[in-house]
């Protein structure tokens, strides 16, 4: 059964500040990995999605990497800004066609202090 | 609109109750994705509808949990005999068969059931 870890659970840094999400996971059989952005009591925002044959993303200052074959990908986010707290899930989908749906890690909550 | 919407985007209910949510998914997406999120967790698998079909139920789905998703457009998700247990957030997505590798899930708002 497909796990994801994501560290650290809680991260609180300054504005202006480059940071890194991490995100783990036990098995490397999977098709693709998705970050999003959830606010509070809202539903998620995509990201940004990498295939499982790519190794990077970016989306503005957002880059996430994929190294698939030791289970993790990170989300780097670049000169952080008050509007970017937020909590950040990483989810995996497996590769036995749409009924495996995504796994989800418990997310990073991000507080940007202005 | 080109988004997932859901509705309610809020539902209190009194336990014991029968409380049914709305979800319209992208009009392309042919499959359509239920999970339920409670604080401080990741979302969880609960339901999977390629067109009309029903194909994957997860073993968190109860009996009084039921799915529908006629004519392969919108689904209704209903909760029967409500416990404070399903307090939770209730998010629907969707997905194309044949863009999903591009584009991935996409989510919505969700609705926040409280049962009270």
């Known amino acids: 059964k497909q796990e994801v870890t994501q560290i650290p659970a809680a991260l609180s840094v300054p504005e202006g500040e480059n940071l890194v999400l991490n995100c783990s996971f036990t098995d490397s059989a999977i098709y693709n990995l998705q970050w999003f952005r959830q606010d509070p009591g809202k539903g998620l925002t995509s990201l940004l999605l990498i295939q499982s044959s790519q190794r990077e993303q970016t989306s503005g200052r957002l880059n996430a990497s994929l190294d698939k074959s030791s289970g993790r990908s990170t989300l780097y986010i670049a000169a952080s800004q008050p509007g970017d707290s937020a909590t950040y899930l990483c989810a995996v989908k497996g590769t036995g066609g749409g009924a495996d749906g995504l796994t989800f890690g418990k997310g990073t909550h991000l507080i940007i202090q202005p | 609109d080109t988004g997932v919407s859901q509705d309610p985007r809020h539902k209190i209910t009194k336990r014991g109750q029968n409380v049914t949510f709305r979800c319209d998914p992208i009009?392309?997406?042919?499959?359509l994705y239920w999970y339920r999120q409670t604080l401080g967790q990741g979302p969880e698998f609960l339901t999977y509808?390629?067109?009309?079909?029903?194909?994957?139920k997860s073993r968190l789905l109860s009996d009084r949990f039921s799915a529908e998703r006629p004519k392969g457009s919108f689904s209704t998700l209903e909760i029967q005999r409500t416990e404070q247990g399903d307090s939770a957030m209730y998010l629907c997505a969707s997905s194309s068969a044949l863009l999903q590798g591009n584009y991935g899930y996409t989510f919505g708002s969700g609705t926040r059931l409280t049962v009270v």
């Open positions: 009009s392309e997406h042919n499959r």
């Open positions: 509808f390629q067109n009309e079909a029903q194909l994957e």
